[in-house]
T-cell receptor, first 117, second 111 residues
Framework: GAVVSQHPSWVICKSGTSVKIECRSL??????MFWYRQFPKQSLMLMAT?????????EQGVEKDKFLINHASLTLSTLTVTSAHPEDSSFYIC?????????????FGPGTRLLVL | EDQVTQSPEALRLQEGESSSLNCSYT??????LFWYRQDPGKGPEFLFT???AGEEKEKERLKATLTKKESFLHITAPKPEDSATYLC????????????FGRGTSLIVHP
């Protein structure tokens, strides 16, 4: 099946620094990718929809200036957490829509765990 | 408002003890319903997509079914390696690719 990778898999940073997370579709093109965050024992919360060649669409309550999204190519979307603070610590997951045989699905990356000290 | 509710929140089974997880939904129009498995610290792994009431899909010990109001994920003779969180999500009609997720059911299978 299709593969989505994320890098890094985990990152620890100091409060006030910026962190960039990459999401790549390895064997298919993705004009759209999604960014989620997930708190412990909670479900996935959609943050934004990343569109290749255009601006991202952010969900209500998500600060676009804090979570910068760039979708520069058909295989790469990046999420930059700017001026990170401890409350930004979370598990960030990206996904891209695709087909598993004839079934629609979302292919998810393995996630990036961010810890802000 | 579109809603997806999964029950139970947590389920403990003995190895070999079959059971079912429930996903009920209230949406304006359903295009598809997804089931995913998520292991701790990892991204969700695709299991099934169901499109219409009466549809069933199977994979190893798992079988997913769909009605007009809910979906069940049946686990037959589970093994400890089936322990994971199972997520249900619905895709609405209208062209959006954005699924709406339930909170998940955490399954633990004891040997």
């Amino acid at each position: 099946g299709a593969v989505v990778s994320q890098h890094p898999s985990w990152v620890i940073c100091k409060s006030g620094t910026s962190v960039k997370i990459e999401c790549r579709s390895l064997d298919f093109q993705a004009t759209t990718m999604f960014w989620y965050r997930q708190f412990p024992k909670q479900s996935l919360m959609l943050m934004a929809t990343s569109n290749e060649g255009s601006k991202a669409t952010y969900e209500q309550g998500v600060e676009k200036d804090k979570f910068l999204i760039n979708h520069a190519s058909l295989t790469l979307s990046t999420l930059t957490v700017t001026s990170a603070h401890p409350e930004d610590s979370s598990f960030y997951i990206c996904s891209a829509p695709g087909l598993a045989g004839v079934q629609e699905t979302q292919y998810f990356g393995p996630g990036t765990r961010l810890l802000v000290l | 408002e579109d809603q997806v509710t999964q029950s139970p929140e947590a389920l403990r089974l003995q190895e070999g003890e079959s059971s079912s997880l429930n996903c009920s939904y209230t949406v304006s129009g359903l295009r598809g319903l997804f089931w995913y498995r998520q292991d701790p610290g990892k991204g969700p792994e695709f299991l099934f997509t169901l499109y219409s009431a009466g549809e069933e899909k199977e994979k190893e010990r798992l079988k997913a079914t769909l009605t007009k109001k809910e979906s069940f994920l049946h686990i037959t003779a589970p093994k400890p390696e089936d322990s994971a969180t199972y997520l249900c999500a619905v895709l609405l009609s209208g062209g959006s690719y954005i699924p709406t997720f339930g909170r998940g059911t955490s399954l633990i299978v004891h040997p």
